[in-house]
């Protein structure tokens, strides 16, 4: 099924992975309306808690956003992020990055992934962001496995989930490449890194595509 929405959720806490009641988690995930699957998020040096979420429609995410996980995090004790990202325009960039949310796939599981969003309206995006210029250095990064662009919903704001094949290629890019990107277009931004090998057996079991 092909996603209309994403949502990427992190909790203030700093829990190890192992530590994490995914299996409970997970099996009240799977009733929620709408959602297609979940890669699981651990922080890197901060051992925060997440997630990168797919779904149907952008009503059942930001149902999602608004009901069950304020509950979630209310019941863990911890304040939270959310963002909901649209997918329309974005599904020709993302193909072209190999998103495994479009098709693409990978020869092996990612080691790290990164997050990144830009502080600026960018609205259409189809017609905003130069991506079609963009993709092809992006490509040449060390250890790139693949991207998914992210628009968000009512902001326009430009991002998107990178997977990488070591924590070392995820943060070079996250600490030497992507600032110089964020100066181009002249604007803050926000990247954070996460663990992809602790997070494999909880994100298969959530059915995300990275672990297909």
Same mark, same amino acid.
């Given at each position: 099924?092909?996603?209309?929405?994403?949502?990427?959720?992190?909790?203030?806490?700093?829990?190890?992975?192992?530590?994490?009641?995914?299996?409970?988690?997970?099996?009240?995930?799977?009733?929620?309306?709408?959602?297609?699957?979940?890669?699981?998020?651990?922080?890197?040096?901060?051992?925060?808690?997440?997630?990168?979420?797919?779904?149907?429609?952008?009503?059942?995410?930001?149902?999602?956003?608004?009901?069950?996980?304020?509950?979630?995090?209310?019941?863990?004790?911890?304040?939270?992020?959310?963002?909901?990202?649209?997918?329309?325009?974005?599904?020709?960039?993302?193909?072209?990055?190999?998103?495994?949310?479009?098709?693409?796939?990978? %020869?092996? $599981?990612?080691?790290? #992934?990164?997050?990144?969003?830009?502080? @600026? =309206? +960018?609205?259409?995006?189809?017609?905003?962001?130069?991506?079609?210029?963009?993709?092809?250095?992006?490509?040449?990064?060390?250890?790139?496995?693949?991207?998914?662009?992210?628009?968000?919903?009512?902001?326009?704001?430009?991002?998107?989930?990178?997977?990488?094949?070591?924590?070392?290629?995820?943060? %070079?890019? $996250?600490?030497?490449? #992507?600032?110089?990107?964020?100066?181009? @277009? =002249? +604007?803050?931004?926000?990247?954070?890194?996460?663990?992809?090998?602790?997070?494999?057996?909880?994100?298969?079991?959530?059915?995300?595509?990275?672990?297909?």
């Amino acid at each position: 099924m092909t996603p209309k929405a994403y949502v990427l959720t992190e909790l203030q806490a700093s829990l190890p992975f192992s530590d994490v009641p995914w299996q409970r988690i997970n099996a009240t995930l799977l009733q929620q309306p709408g959602l297609i699957n979940k890669t699981w998020l651990s922080g890197v040096g901060n051992q925060s808690v997440g997630g990168f979420y797919a779904f149907d429609s952008i009503e059942h995410a930001t149902r999602f956003c608004t009901d069950y996980f304020p509950q979630e995090a209310r019941a863990l004790g911890v304040a939270q992020t959310t963002r909901i990202f649209d997918t329309h325009g974005t599904e020709d960039a993302s193909r072209d990055m190999n998103s495994v949310h479009f098709g693409g796939s990978l %020869a092996n $599981a990612p080691g790290a #992934f990164v997050y990144t969003e830009v502080w @600026l =309206n +960018a609205s259409p995006f189809s017609e905003a962001i130069p991506w079609r210029a963009m993709n092809p250095i992006l490509k040449q990064q060390p250890g790139l496995l693949a991207k998914t662009w992210l628009s968000g919903l009512h902001t326009g704001t430009p991002g998107g989930l990178y997977a990488f094949d070591t924590i070392e290629h995820a943060s %070079a890019f $996250a600490l030497e490449y #992507f600032p110089t990107e964020a100066a181009g @277009l =002249n +604007a803050a931004f926000h990247t954070r890194v996460f663990n992809g090998a602790v997070v494999a057996a909880a994100s298969k079991a959530m059915r995300s595509p990275f672990y297909a």
